[in-house]
């Protein structure tokens, strides 16, 4: 015990650097985010050593602190879900809702060929659409398959 004692009163910066470093590998193998506070209190921690060297129970006391307030506010204002709102940057066909684009070719029985963001796409379309003729998209349906309105 006393090697210990020894240690830390000879180092506390770099056993804490250490303690911050272990906690934070642990968190980036879980992904749960609980353990990245406690990284970020050990690493303040560092710190604060230089500011109050060789107090072992202040230290750990305010460890607590520390990793509690973090934990606790960051679980408060942080949001839970980072994934956002949005589509899925990337899952191309649903960015292509709303692009515009021309028809390919003539439709026939509400079929036809579409070009949007420059590749061309099957189409199909309640619209009679002539070739070259501005077209919205509405929807993806069967797959790569585009549902297609007149643009106007």
């Given at each position: 015990m006393d090697a210990l004692t020894n240690l830390y009163a000879s180092h506390p910066f770099w056993i804490w650097l250490a303690l911050a470093a272990v906690i934070l590998a642990a968190e980036l193998s879980t992904g749960s985010g609980w353990?990245?506070?406690?990284?970020?209190?050990?690493?303040?921690?560092?710190?604060?050593?230089?500011?109050?060297?060789?107090h072992l129970a202040l230290h750990l006391a305010l460890f607590a602190g520390l990793t509690i307030l973090t934990t606790v506010t960051a679980r408060r204002y942080l949001p839970r879900d980072i994934s956002g709102d949005g589509p899925d940057i990337n899952d191309t066909m649903t960015r292509l809702v709303g692009a515009e684009g021309q028809a390919a070719g003539p439709f026939s029985q509400g079929h036809g060929r579409v070009n949007v963001d420059g590749k061309e796409w099957d189409a199909v379309s309640d619209d009679e659409l002539a070739p070259g003729q501005s077209?919205?998209?509405m929807a993806v349906v069967g797959g790569a398959r585009l549902q297609v309105r007149a643009r106007g």
């Amino acid at each position: 015990m006393d090697a210990l004692t020894n240690l830390y009163a000879s180092h506390p910066f770099w056993i804490w650097l250490a303690l911050a470093a272990v906690i934070l590998a642990a968190e980036l193998s879980t992904g749960s985010g609980w353990l990245l506070w406690p990284a970020a209190a050990a690493g303040a921690m560092a710190g604060l050593t230089l500011v109050v060297p060789n107090h072992l129970a202040l230290h750990l006391a305010l460890f607590a602190g520390l990793t509690i307030l973090t934990t606790v506010t960051a679980r408060r204002y942080l949001p839970r879900d980072i994934s956002g709102d949005g589509p899925d940057i990337n899952d191309t066909m649903t960015r292509l809702v709303g692009a515009e684009g021309q028809a390919a070719g003539p439709f026939s029985q509400g079929h036809g060929r579409v070009n949007v963001d420059g590749k061309e796409w099957d189409a199909v379309s309640d619209d009679e659409l002539a070739p070259g003729q501005s077209v919205v998209v509405m929807a993806v349906v069967g797959g790569a398959r585009l549902q297609v309105r007149a643009r106007g």
